[in-house]
Protein backbone atom coordinates (compact mmCIF):
# COMPACT_ATOMS: atom_id res chain seq x y z
CA UNK A 1 0.00 0.00 0.00
CA UNK A 2 1.48 3.24 -1.52
CA UNK A 3 1.03 6.38 -2.16
CA UNK A 4 3.23 8.26 -4.79
CA UNK A 5 3.08 12.10 -5.34
CA UNK A 6 4.92 14.16 -8.02
CA UNK A 7 4.25 17.15 -9.46
CA UNK A 8 5.64 19.83 -7.51
CA UNK A 9 7.90 22.45 -8.96
CA UNK A 10 8.99 26.34 -9.63
CA UNK A 11 6.36 29.06 -10.90
CA UNK A 12 5.75 32.11 -10.70
CA UNK A 13 2.48 34.04 -9.05
CA UNK A 14 -0.57 33.37 -10.93
CA UNK A 15 0.65 30.36 -12.12
CA UNK A 16 -0.61 26.94 -12.21
CA UNK A 17 0.57 23.41 -11.26
CA UNK A 18 -1.10 20.09 -11.07
CA UNK A 19 -0.17 17.33 -8.27
CA UNK A 20 -0.64 14.11 -9.16
CA UNK A 21 -0.89 10.78 -6.46
CA UNK A 22 -0.67 7.42 -7.53
CA UNK A 23 -2.04 5.01 -5.41
CA UNK A 24 -0.95 0.87 -5.08
CA UNK A 25 -3.58 -1.22 -3.65
CA UNK A 26 -7.16 -1.46 -4.44
CA UNK A 27 -8.18 -0.46 -0.87
CA UNK A 28 -7.97 3.03 -1.93
CA UNK A 29 -11.20 2.63 -3.98
CA UNK A 30 -12.92 3.37 -0.72
CA UNK A 31 -10.53 5.66 0.73
CA UNK A 32 -11.16 9.32 1.31
CA UNK A 33 -8.52 11.30 -0.45
CA UNK A 34 -6.35 14.31 0.65
CA UNK A 35 -3.77 16.95 0.13
CA UNK A 36 -2.01 18.18 3.11
CA UNK A 37 0.89 21.02 2.70
CA UNK A 38 3.68 22.33 4.83
CA UNK A 39 5.44 25.95 4.41
CA UNK A 40 8.70 26.32 6.67
CA UNK A 41 8.29 26.92 10.00
CA UNK A 42 4.31 26.19 9.80
CA UNK A 43 2.51 23.53 10.69
CA UNK A 44 0.76 20.83 8.56
CA UNK A 45 -2.79 22.15 7.24
CA UNK A 46 -5.37 20.27 5.56
CA UNK A 47 -5.44 21.89 1.53
CA UNK A 48 -8.21 19.66 0.40
CA UNK A 49 -10.15 16.66 0.39
CA UNK A 50 -12.60 14.19 -1.82
CA UNK A 51 -14.86 11.32 -0.66
CA UNK A 52 -15.62 8.55 -2.85
CA UNK A 53 -19.10 9.81 -3.00
CA UNK A 54 -17.51 12.93 -4.58
CA UNK A 55 -17.81 15.32 -2.19
CA UNK A 56 -14.84 17.80 -1.45
CA UNK A 57 -13.86 19.86 1.15
CA UNK A 58 -11.24 23.24 0.57
CA UNK A 59 -9.28 25.02 3.17
CA UNK A 60 -10.65 28.85 2.74
CA UNK A 61 -7.06 30.27 1.72
CA UNK A 62 -7.54 28.01 -1.26
CA UNK A 63 -11.26 27.77 -2.59
CA UNK A 64 -11.78 29.02 -6.18
CA UNK A 65 -8.25 27.99 -6.74
CA UNK A 66 -7.69 24.66 -6.21
CA UNK A 67 -9.82 21.77 -7.43
CA UNK A 68 -9.18 18.11 -5.87
CA UNK A 69 -10.38 15.43 -8.76
CA UNK A 70 -10.06 11.82 -9.08
CA UNK A 71 -9.58 8.93 -11.52
CA UNK A 72 -10.60 5.90 -9.96
CA UNK A 73 -9.44 3.32 -12.79
CA UNK A 74 -6.09 5.14 -12.21
CA UNK A 75 -6.56 4.80 -8.19
CA UNK A 76 -4.84 8.49 -8.94
CA UNK A 77 -6.09 11.79 -7.11
CA UNK A 78 -5.23 14.88 -8.57
CA UNK A 79 -4.84 18.46 -7.43
CA UNK A 80 -5.24 21.32 -9.84
CA UNK A 81 -3.73 24.57 -8.40
CA UNK A 82 -4.52 28.13 -10.43
CA UNK A 83 -3.67 31.53 -9.72
CA UNK A 84 -0.82 30.15 -7.09
CA UNK A 85 0.44 32.89 -4.55
CA UNK A 86 3.91 32.93 -3.11
CA UNK A 87 2.18 31.85 0.30
CA UNK A 88 1.32 28.64 -1.34
CA UNK A 89 4.75 27.70 -1.08
CA UNK A 90 5.12 24.30 0.59
CA UNK A 91 5.82 20.60 0.62
CA UNK A 92 2.53 19.19 -0.65
CA UNK A 93 1.50 15.66 0.83
CA UNK A 94 -1.21 13.76 -0.61
CA UNK A 95 -3.03 10.76 1.79
CA UNK A 96 -5.43 8.48 2.21
CA UNK A 97 -7.72 6.88 4.75
CA UNK A 98 -11.20 5.42 5.77
CA UNK A 99 -14.16 7.97 6.09
CA UNK A 100 -15.52 8.71 9.51
CA UNK A 101 -19.06 9.04 10.17
CA UNK A 102 -18.86 12.57 10.52
CA UNK A 103 -18.17 13.41 7.06
CA UNK A 104 -14.15 13.12 8.36
CA UNK A 105 -11.64 10.72 7.59
CA UNK A 106 -8.55 8.95 8.96
CA UNK A 107 -5.45 10.04 7.41
CA UNK A 108 -4.06 6.87 7.68
CA UNK A 109 -1.26 7.06 4.61
CA UNK A 110 0.90 9.51 3.66
CA UNK A 111 3.05 9.99 0.35
CA UNK A 112 6.04 11.39 0.19
CA UNK A 113 6.17 15.53 -0.11
CA UNK A 114 6.86 17.24 -3.36
CA UNK A 115 7.44 20.62 -3.22
CA UNK A 116 5.40 23.45 -4.57
CA UNK A 117 7.49 27.14 -5.14
CA UNK A 118 5.72 30.15 -5.98
CA UNK A 119 8.12 33.00 -6.67
CA UNK A 120 8.98 35.57 -9.48
Known amino acids: VQLQASGGGLVQPGGSLRLSCAASGTIFSVYTRGWYRQAPGKQRELVAT???????NYADSVKGRFTISRANAENTVYLQMNSLKPEDTAVYYC???????????????WGQGTQVTVSS
Open 95 to 109: NAGPPRSDGSYYPTY
Open 50 to 56: LTTGGIT
